[in-house]
């Protein structure tokens, strides 16, 4: 079983910056895709990024390229989402995903989530 940590939410301004962090525990031998997920009140769980063990394969989701950065540091089985450039819009509750297959991830497929993290991002 693997359990995923969040952590680096929080409120902060537009234009402002953060780096969200997410922990593996337990068997995390066969996480080779990390990514992130997002949901915002009233709205479906969307996707942001993903990458994969190797880190030669990235995804982000329009509303995001430009603006945020995905990587992991697999000796730590951790994987970061810098977000840079904040805007209200990217007020949600962020999530960590992690599973075997990044193709899977993508779809929300992924075997593994986190408890979530909260980014509020103020006007």
């Known amino acids: 079983q693997v359990r995923l940590v969040e952590s680096g939410g929080g409120l902060v301004q537009t234009g402002d910056s953060l780096r969200l962090s997410c922990a593996a525990s337990?068997?995390?031998?066969?996480?080779?895709?990390m990514g992130w997920f997002r949901q915002a009140p009233g709205k479906e769980r969307e996707f942001v990024a993903a990458?994969?063990?190797?880190?030669?394969?990235?995804n982000y989701a329009d509303s995001v390229k430009g603006r945020f950065t995905i990587s992991r540091d697999n000796a730590k089985n951790t994987v970061y989402l810098q977000m840079n450039s904040l805007k209200p819009a990217d007020t949600a509750v962020y999530y960590c995903?992690?599973?075997?297959?990044?193709?899977?991830?993508?779809?929300?497929?992924?075997?593994?989530w986190g408890q979530g993290t909260q980014v509020t991002v103020s006007s």
């Open positions: 995903a992690a599973g075997q297959n990044r193709l899977r991830l993508l779809r929300g497929e992924n075997d593994y």
């Open positions: 337990g068997r995390t031998f066969g996480l080779y895709a």
């Open positions: 990458i994969n063990w190797s880190e030669d394969t990235i």
